[in-house]
Nanobody, 124 residues
Framework: QVQLVESGGGLVQAGGSLRLSCAASGRTFSNYGMGWFRQAPGKEREFVAAINWSGGSTYYRDSVKGRFTISRDNAKNTVHLQMNSLKPEDTAVYYC?????????????????WGQGTQVTVSS
């Protein structure tokens, strides 16, 4: 059973930065792609960023390109989401997700394990 534990959320002013982390356990981390999703109140869960097994390929939703960076450390079984120039519309619960295989794109059904989520609130 894969376990994913997110950390790093919080309250930040617009223009500020946060770094989310996700610690994974339960299977060989380096064999699988990873991703971040978010869900704002009253909205559907949406894709934010994904990274393949090696970290060599990354994918982002358009609204975060140039502001967010996903990375992974396979030696430490962790994936990070560096979020800069945060906007109020980035406010959401952010979820770490583990993909079914080595590659990860934006569709939620490509991921089979999810963390409990961490709240990110950006004030204007």
């Amino acid at each position: 059973q894969v376990q994913l534990v997110e950390s790093g959320g919080g309250l930040v002013q617009a223009g500020g930065s946060l770094r989310l982390s996700c610690a994974a356990s339960g299977r060989t981390f380096s064999n699988y792609g990873m991703g971040w999703f978010r869900q704002a109140p009253g909205k559907e869960r949406e894709f934010v960023a994904a990274i393949n097994w090696s970290g060599g390929s990354t994918y982002y939703r358009d609204s975060v390109k140039g502001r967010f960076t996903i990375s992974r450390d396979n030696a430490k079984n962790t994936v990070h989401l560096q979020m800069n120039s945060l906007k109020p519309e980035d406010t959401a619960v952010y979820y770490c997700a583990a993909a079914r295989g080595p590659y990860a794109l934006g569709a939620a059904d490509l991921f089979d394990y999810w963390g409990q989520g961490t709240q990110v609130t950006v004030s204007s």
